[in-house]
């Protein structure tokens, strides 16, 4: 099955600074990477994706990169808000059935 | 369209006790995930489910663990008998069209056995 690996952890900021989380796949077969964003006690809320087809995609102050040799992506936050503190979770899709599988997740402060 | 709906929102229970977490997924999606978060293991899938039919339920820990999905518009986790190391938020999660697809989550379940 899919591994995903995320990076890091923990990520502190100060407000106006770019934050970037990365994370490695090991499934070559993996067409689909989305990301998605989690609250503290809310429930995991999708906030950017992209498919193998494409090396970036970007969304107002979000993007995030594929490289599909290297077989990692990463996500890109530019000028952050405090209201971007929360954790955040990429996935993989694992090869055959393509389900969804989590990386451990990176917890982002933003500081004011 | 109300989202994924979830119930109960919390649930405490003693050890041993049989414990039932229920599911409505968005109406019209035909595939449905049951995902269980810890801080130590984050996001796991427990089980997936595509047109109600079990898929893949390789990540149900044990036999303890069991879910159904009787029609579209339900499904249940259940644990008998339950555990401290239970102890998790359980969280459902449904897609149109299949896996490779937008996730919509519900509002999980808090588990606490005592």
């Known amino acids: 099955g899919e591994n995903v690996e995320q990076h890091p952890s923990t990520l502190s900021v100060q407000e106006g600074d770019s934050a970037v989380i990365k994370c490695t796949y090991s499934d070559s077969a993996s067409n689909y990477f989305p990301w998605y964003k989690q609250e503290l006690g809310k429930r995991p809320q999708l906030i950017i994706d992209i498919r193998s087809n494409v090396g970036e995609k970007k969304d107002q102050r979000i993007a995030v990169t594929l490289n599909k040799t290297a077989k990692h992506f990463s996500l890109h936050i530019t000028e952050t808000q405090p209201e971007d503190s929360a954790v955040y979770f990429c996935a993989g899709a694992s090869g055959g059935s393509y389900i969804p599988t989590f990386g451990r997740g990176t917890s982002l402060i933003v500081h004011p | 369209d109300a989202g994924v709906i979830q119930s109960p929102r919390h649930e405490v229970t003693e050890m041993g006790q049989e414990v039932t977490l229920r599911c409505k997924p968005i109406?019209?999606?035909?595939?449905l995930f049951w995902y269980r978060q810890t801080m130590m293991r984050g996001l796991e899938l427990l089980i997936y489910?595509?047109?109600?039919?079990?898929?893949?339920d390789s990540g149900m820990p044990e036999d303890r663990f069991s879910a159904k999905m009787p029609n579209a518009s339900f499904s249940t986790l259940k644990i008998q008998p339950s555990e401290p190391r239970d102890s998790a938020v359980y969280f459902c999660?449904?897609?149109?069209?299949?896996?490779?697809?937008?996730?919509?989550f519900g509002s999980g379940t808090q588990l606490s056995v005592l």
């Open positions: 489910f595509n047109n109600n039919v079990p898929i893949d």
């Open positions: 999660a449904s897609t149109a069209g299949g896996p490779n697809e937008k996730l919509f």
């Open positions: 109406s019209g999606h035909n595939s």
